[in-house]
């Protein structure tokens, strides 16, 4: 059974920092790509970045970009999402999931996701 579970989620301010992450089992990590989505209050859930295997490709939302830092730790089965100078905008229930191809902002080519964490944003 594929589990991925977040943590590291909370309540800050805008202009701090905070460092999610993603634990994955009954999959052999290595081998799938890695990804991050957000869905805020009454919207769709969006993309936020997406890693390879490898972690050689990465992928992210013009949102985020330059902000958030999308890692990996294969030898403890991990993916990372680091997120810097957070706004108000960045609140949501993130998640995280799995996907057998590449790095992809798309959706529908993650099959496993973990519960979701809230991170909230407070101005």
């Known amino acids: 059974q594929v589990q991925l579970v977040e943590s590291g989620g909370g309540l800050v301010q805008a202009g701090d920092s905070l460092r999610l992450s993603c634990t994955t089992s009954?999959?052999?990590?290595?081998?799938?790509?890695m990804g991050w989505f957000r869905q805020a209050p009454g919207k769709e859930r969006e993309f936020v970045a997406s890693?390879?295997?490898?972690?050689?490709?990465?992928y992210y939302a013009g949102s985020v970009k330059g902000r958030f830092t999308i890692s990996r730790d294969n030898a403890k089965d991990t993916v990372f999402l680091q997120m810097n100078s957070l706004k108000p905008e960045d609140t949501a229930v993130y998640y995280c999931?799995?996907?057998?191809?590449?790095?992809?902002?798309?959706?529908?080519?993650?099959?496993?996701w973990g519960q979701g964490i809230q991170v909230t944003v407070s101005s």
């Open positions: 890693i390879s295997w490898s972690g050689g490709v990465t």
């Open positions: 009954g999959r052999t990590f290595g081998g799938y790509a």
């Open positions: 999931a799995s996907s057998p191809g590449g790095a992809t902002p798309r959706r529908d080519l993650y099959d496993y």
